[in-house]
T-cell receptor, first 116, second 113 residues
Framework: AQKITQTQPGMFVQEKEAVTLDCTYD???????LFWYKQPSSGEMIFLIY??????QNATEGRYSLNFQKARKSANLVISASQLGDSAMYFC?????????????FGKGTKLSVKP | DTGVSQNPRHKITKRGQNVTFRCDPI?????LYWYRQTLGQGPEFLTY????????KSRLLSDRFSAERPKGSFSTLEIQRTEQGDSAMYLC???????????FGPGTRLTVT
């Protein structure tokens, strides 16, 4: 079974509008971390935002926020005020277990295209 | 402060040849990870180092793959007897002991002909 599911292969959004990228996860661990990364066409993975399973508040980083719904096992990324430079692949990832070490498990990604 | 660097950025090799990639993590990052990414997929974990110790290996890391981090700084990933299925982007990431995020390098794109 997939651990990270991103159901939207591609998304379009108008510049300056907000967009939500979906991510659901599957784990039996009580402690885990959720991440979002951006991958532009250049290929480098850029860290965007992190949410710990015990964090009560949704994480925010500038225009990025993570809508964490633990009971639904979802960790959607919300990008506000989209910019042309936001066009890229976006990957949701999870690290299982306690602590900050250990590998990340990635979804298949969502390609976001921002229209002028 | 320089980020994670990887060399070479691109490698084209013939099937059956050996290749070696290098990763230089962010200085003072004790943790180093290797991932592989094929077209249309997210990165898949290969192996993880804490300083010079290789603590975890994925089942994806067949016996043709070997990784080292001899002095706890840079790391190398070697693929012996390359196959066409090895064609992928090989990504390296590092993280500090305290800190959740992993910082990725630009990757090495391998093409096996």
């Amino acid at each position: 079974a997939q651990k990270i599911t991103q159901t939207q292969p591609g998304m379009f959004v108008q510049e300056k509008e907000a967009v939500t990228l979906d991510c659901t996860y599957d784990t039996s661990d009580q402690s885990y971390g959720l991440f979002w990364y951006k991958q532009p066409s250049s290929g480098e993975m850029i860290f965007l935002i992190y949410q710990g399973s015990y964090d009560e508040q949704n994480a925010t980083e500038g225009r990025y926020s993570l809508n964490f719904q633990k009971a639904r096992k979802s960790a959607n990324l919300v990008i506000s005020a989209s910019q042309l430079g936001d066009s890229a692949m976006y990957f949701c990832a999870m690290r299982e277990g306690w602590g900050s070490q250990g590998n990340l498990i990635f979804g298949k990604g969502t390609k976001l295209s921002v229209k002028p | 402060d320089t980020g994670v660097s990887q060399n070479p950025r691109h490698k084209i090799t013939k099937r059956g040849q050996n290749v070696t990639f290098r990763c230089d993590p962010i200085s003072e990052h004790n943790r180093l990870y290797w991932y592989r990414q094929t077209l249309g997929q997210g990165p898949e974990f290969l192996t993880y180092f804490q300083n010079e110790a290789q603590l975890e290996k994925s089942r994806l890391l067949s016996d043709r793959f070997s990784a080292e981090r001899p002095k706890g700084s840079f790391s190398t990933l070697e693929i012996q007897r390359t196959e066409q299925g090895d064609s992928a982007m090989y990504l390296c990431a590092s993280s500090p002991d305290r800190g959740h995020e992993q910082y990725f390098g630009p990757g090495t794109r391998l093409t096996v002909t």
